[in-house]
């Protein structure tokens, strides 16, 4: 296999293990909605998560947009903050809790 072929294979994994995380299912559920072999997802999840640390997995779907806020008021007029988008933000509070169990 080459090393393209890998690499789509760990994004498409990485995908995957991230709509699970941010979904409520259990695993097989997941899969099963997903079409997907549980004893696959299972494989790859343990794949990917001895390369990298449970807490440093990373998403695929994180990307580095963000969503420009404007506080319109007399004492900060002129004055904007860029926060990440709410999709960015869900997942990792998901994150957050997850580590706090």
Known sequence: MSTEQQ???EEYWK???SSWKRSSLEIRAYCQEQGISHNTFYYW???LSSRFPARQLPIASR???FVPVEIATEATS???VDLP???WLGEF???LI???R
Do not use: M
């Open 7 to 9: 690499r789509f294979r």
């Open 15 to 17: 995908g995957h293990i």
């Open 45 to 47: 999840r343990k794949r």
């Open 63 to 65: 990307a580095s947009s």
């Open 78 to 80: 002129g004055v904007s």
């Open 85 to 87: 988008d709410a999709k």
């Open 93 to 95: 509070v998901s994150e």
């Open 98 to 100: 997850r580590g706090l």
